[in-house]
């Protein structure tokens, strides 16, 4: 029997690939045979990164849809397909909601949905042309709790956007071959999380909050994408696979 989680002749985009769980993401993609695109605003990162993994860079920046636009085409023109996009960039804002100016609120909702949607509408196109692909965006448990104790009305709220625009997304366009799901993570140890992991009263919430009693590594999420993005996961679609250590059964 051929093995449903390869990923042999596919190609494969991951947004915020340069580090953190993008990174690991890539790793994971490659590792089950897929050419793998590693795409970020960070040029050297990201090209570090992308040669250290035996994949290919380019840079975007997903709140510029024509940025985006542009390294879909790449990918296409380079590979001739696109099959998997993971929509991973992502930044974080922790500042009390009555205080939080009109640009940080934007920038947050900037990067973490536009940044999705521009990315899903950028390869879903070209994924619609061609009758098939596998759509991930990164959500969050966030996008499912308010979480606490740090304050992050506009990454919470954009969380659960994503995880919405993943359904809405999946209902449009699965009977045309594309599948479109979410992967939510809880705390995992990254630059976004490293403020926390340095604040006593964060990271002592954030290990009892969870069952498992500790934060995941980035390579503990990759597993799940690979999953969403291979045959394995034929029948799945406009599903949010929840990978947080437990935190959301409290
Ligand atoms: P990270 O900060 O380590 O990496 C984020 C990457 O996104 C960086 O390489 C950065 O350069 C890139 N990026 C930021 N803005 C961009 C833009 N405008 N265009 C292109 N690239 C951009 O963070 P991470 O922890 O690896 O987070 C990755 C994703 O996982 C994010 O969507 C985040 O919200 C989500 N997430 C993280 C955690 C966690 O605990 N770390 C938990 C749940 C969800």
Known sequence: MTNPYTLEGRTALVTGGAQGIGAAIAKGLCDAGARVFVCDLDADVGKA????????????????????DAAV??????????????????????????????EDWRRVLSVNLDGVFYSCRAAGKRMLEQGSGSIIN???????IANRPQPQSAYNAAKAAVVHLTKSLA??????GVRVNSVS???????????GMN????????????PMGRVAEPREIAPAVVFLASEAASFCTGTDLVVDGGYTVW
């Open 49 to 68: 990164t992308a040669e250290q993994l035996g994949a290919e860079f380019v840079a975007a920046d997903v709140t510029d849809s024509t940025s985006i």
């Open 73 to 102: 085409d790449h990918v296409v023109q380079t590979a001739d397909s696109l099959d998997v996009a993971v929509n991973n960039a992502g930044i974080v804002h922790n500042h009390p909601s009555e205080h939080l100016s009109d």
């Open 138 to 144: 990164t959500g969050s448990m966030s996008g499912h």
């Open 171 to 176: 209902g449009e366009w699965s009977d045309r």
């Open 185 to 195: 993570p809880g705390y995992v140890g990254t630059e976004l999380t490293k403020r």
């Open 199 to 210: 604040n006593d009263e964060w990271r002592r919430a954030w290990l009892d909050g969870t």
